[in-house]
Structures are given as C-alpha cells and as structure tokens.
C-alpha cells in the first residue's frame, strides 16, 4: 500500500502530461457554445491540483452541449497501485447513478402497455400484498414500542420510481424500526433480485406508501419487476433494450472479462471501496450494482437530453422522457421529502432524477427542471435542459465526492460567457 505523500509526484506527473487529454473543440466552446475557454481551463487546474494534492488518484470530466462535445479530460490515474493512467475506456463502479438506468429500463415497457405506475406492486411480487408498516407508539408503560400496521394503500410502480414507497435502507432508517432492519441482515450470502425482493417483502415499512421521500431499495425492486414482466434476467433485458443498441460496450454489473478488468478505476487507499466487480455474483442490483464508462453514460444520458433518440433511433418518447424528467412530489402528489432530503433545496424528485424546481433555494447556480444524481463512489451527472447540457464527472472517491461535485457546478456555470 502506497502512502499518499510517495504517490503524489507520480499522479502530478501523470495529470500534467500523458494522463490530460482534451478534445480540440476550444473555438466552438467560445463561439457556438457560449463556453469560455478559460472558464473551461479552471475545470482543468482544479482536478490538476487535486491529483498534485494526493485528494483523489484521477477523474475524468466531460461536458456536452447540443449534442456536441464541449469539454472532455481525464486526470491522474485509475489505480495508484498499478499506475495505470485514466483513460477514456476506465470502467467505473456507479452505485446509485445505476437508479437512472434502471428507471429508463422500466419506462420502455410501461410504453409497451406491459407495466403501469399506477399498478400495485404485489401485482408482480405478491409477497407485498403482506406488507406492514412500523409505527412507534408509546405503551402502557411509558416505552416506545413498534406497531406493524396494515399500509393505507399498496405500494404502487410510481412508489418505486420516485422512493416514495416506505422501503429504506438500513443505514438511513431511524427509530426502533432500523434494529427491524439490522437483524433482517438482507444482503447477507449470495443472492438473485428475486430472494432480494422476498428479504426486503418481510421487512415493515418505515413510512405509509405515497407519503413520504425516503431513500432504499425501491430501485432494487422495481429490477425484480422488470424481470418477472419480461421474463429475462435484469441484465439480458437492459444489454437487449439499452446497451446493445446505444453502443454501451462497458456497461454491465460486473467485469469478468480478463481483458477489461485492469481497467476498473479504483480509490485511493485511504479511501477504500469494498465491492469488487470483477467477481461475479448472483445479485444484478438495479439499485447501486451496475458499473460504465464515460463514453457509454454520455450516449444514455444524451438520449434522453434529446428527449429518448439518438443517432436516429427512438428508446422513449419525448412524453415519457418529460414525465420522468419532472417532479413527482411535493404538495401536489402529497409526497413530503423525509428529514435527510438528498435531492436538497430547492428540488424535487421525478422517476429516477432528482429534478431542480426552481433557480434560487440550492447554494449552487443551475436552471430550473435540471436533473441529477450520483453514486456513492463520486460518479455524477447533470442534464441542463434549459442549456441543452449534459455534465459528467467520473471519479472514485468516495469521502471527496460532495465537494468536487459542488465545486465542478460553480465552475462550469461560471464559464458562460452570456
């Protein structure tokens, strides 16, 4: 293990040299696309400095407007223990970023008529007609005990797809539900998403269905759903419907593949990541399993910027891309964000995005109907509608995510030039 003063002379030379690459798109930055080229060039000391610093081993950056690239870097290294430098075809574990994917997945056969949001979820797994939601009260005696109460409604397809479905994660779950929760210890062995959504199925509920915004498994369900509906594994449906056809040649749940697995990207040392996607195992999680690279993810989520086509043909229809793209809660669905509100001011969430509902509330510049999400790990995009833009930020780093994402914003906004 290599300490990080021994490697910082390393990544500095690496992202100073042979590691920066850079598309020659300066003159269409500054003219056609309103982008200054040294705005542009803050975007590029930043992550510099960052490497130099020893803070994160590489990232790679991209950005695109109206279809275009306007900015593409990559920095430092993939993997401080192998030197290997970041390059455009690092593999990259996504976590939570795998929502979006999933979400577009589910979408292509609601427009076949084979799946509904407003569909009860037990429809498809019955052992959700059982469910029961944990409600705290206070006893006879004056403690608090958990009540299992019968849901005032089921948990619909919509539930899953904007996390209004009462199914958390156990690390985000409070009160003498989340000891409910530990003792479950569903992740444990080696699993498919079908003994995932019995585990989950067994579990109360920490919130009444389409009441409140709170963050879990609903996404790791809904990969159940997609799979009892079209027969096929979660995997064999999206490389059929999404990867196949959009070219989506690094995108998968796991890099068994000896030739592609020395370019996994990993953290640094200090800040370690514990899943490994090159072992295989039975799990496809729609939730937070899936791993891209950078060139894949800009053709998906530049789909969808072009409301569902690219290259002339069509995944979505605009409709549904506007549907999935706009909020989904608040007042007028009767959806409250929860006490630890991930979006954060300032948005709402939509199917699988969070989505900026207005240009003030949030400490970071953007346009309003902006939508976003991230993963664990560090890896981020935004699609600025308004802008015609998509920006992503590729990197594993999972303790320096928040601040680089907050920095990369106020960069990239403060290059328009008008």
């Not at 953007?366 to 699609?383: H, L, M, N, P």
């Amino acid at each position: 293990m290599m300490a990080r003063a021994g490697f910082r002379s390393v990544l500095g030379a690496c992202a100073a040299t042979a590691c920066l690459v850079a598309l020659s798109t300066a003159g269409l930055a500054a003219d056609a696309l309103r982008l200054s080229p040294a705005g542009l060039e803050r975007i590029s000391d930043f992550f510099t400095h960052e490497v130099v610093a020893g803070k994160i081993p590489g990232a790679i950056v991209s950005i695109q407007r109206h279809g275009r690239p306007v900015y593409f870097k990559t920095f430092g290294v993939r993997d401080v223990a192998t030197k290997a430098p970041m390059t455009p075809d690092t593999i990259f574990r996504l976590y939570s970023m795998s929502k979006p994917i999933t979400a577009v997945a589910a979408m292509t056969l609601i427009e076949e008529g084979k799946l509904s949001l407003a569909d009860p979820l037990s429809k498809y797994i019955p052992a959700f007609a059982d469910v029961k939601v944990g409600v705290e009260r206070v006893g006879e005696d004056g403690k608090p005990r958990l009540d299992l109460v019968a849901p005032d409604r089921p948990i619909l397809i919509q539930d899953l797809m904007r996390h209004s479905s009462g199914i958390v994660y156990d690390y985000v779950v409070f009160g003498l539900i989340k000891q409910e929760h530990i003792d479950a210890d569903i992740l444990a062995g080696d699993f498919d998403n079908a003994e995932l959504a019995q585990r989950i199925a067994r579990l109360p509920l920490a919130y009444q269905p389409g009441t409140t915004w709170a963050y879990g498994y609903s996404f790791d369900v809904l990969a159940r759903v997609i799979e009892v509906v079209s027969g096929q594994s979660l995997q064999e449906f999206e490389q059929q419907r999404l990867f196949g056809p959009l070219g989506m040649t690094g995108t998968g749940f796991y890099v068994t593949k000896p030739a592609q697995q020395g370019l996994v990207a990993e953290p640094l040392p200090s800040d370690p990541i514990h899943e490994n996607p090159r072992i295989r195992k039975r799990w496809e999680s729609g939730g937070s399993g899936m791993v891209s690279t950078t060139a894949d993810l800009a053709r998906f989520f530049q789909m969808l910027l072009n409301g569902g086509t690219l290259d002339g043909k069509q995944y979505l229809s605009r409709k549904t891309v506007d549907l999935m793209l706009a909020n989904s809660i608040g007042p007028a669905a009767g959806v409250q964000p929860w006490l630890y509100y991930y979006p954060g001011a300032g948005f709402g969430f939509g199917l699988g995005f969070a989505v900026r509902t207005e240009k003030g509330a949030s400490p970071w510049p953007g346009s309003a109907g902006q939508v976003d999400w991230g993963g664990a790990a560090g890896t981020y995009f935004w699609i600025d509608r308004q802008e015609n833009m998509l920006v992503l930020l590729m990197v594993q780093s999972p303790t320096e995510r928040g601040r680089i994402e907050a920095a990369l914003k106020n960069m990239v906004y403060g290059a328009f030039e008008k």
